[in-house]
């Protein structure tokens, strides 16, 4: 019996990998009571620790496309968390900064954030040895580096 090349693909795997850890990170931060995506809360960490920061800089720091981004931004800005304004030295860039609601929010739920990143972190490596789990992140690490 033949195998299924598609599926069985190192692509498809990673592909499968990715949505099985979006949906455990989503379901954690549903039960934290909050209704976010981990993606926004990547965003929101992001914009918490360099802001300020363009929207151009979060799509190249989190490998997202601009519709995508821009999506997360709206929605973001929609719920109160963001705010936006264009860079004085260039109009077309946008500049994205925590609101007062957004900053709340993540220094009153980051180690919570933190916990439920390590618990899927820590689900998904589950008995892979400290070697392995080193070498699986260097092999990651050089792969997307491979595809940038």
Known sequence: MA?????????QQLKVLNILVE????????????????????VLSLVQQRAPITQKQVEVALKLSHPTT?????????????????????????????TATGQDLMKTNFEQLKAQVAGVESQMVNGLSTAEQATLQQLLM???????
Do not use: E
């Open 3 to 11: 195998t299924d090349f598609f599926l069985d693909s190192l692509g």
């Open 23 to 42: 949906k455990a990170m989503n379901n954690g931060l549903k039960q934290l009571g909050l209704s976010l995506t981990g993606t926004q809360v990547a």
């Open 70 to 98: 821009r999506g997360i931004v709206k929605r973001l800005v929609a719920t109160g968390l963001v705010q936006t304004t264009s860079q004085a030295a260039d109009q077309r860039q946008i500049v994205l900064r925590l």
């Open 142 to 148: 050089r792969m997307i580096q491979n595809m940038s």
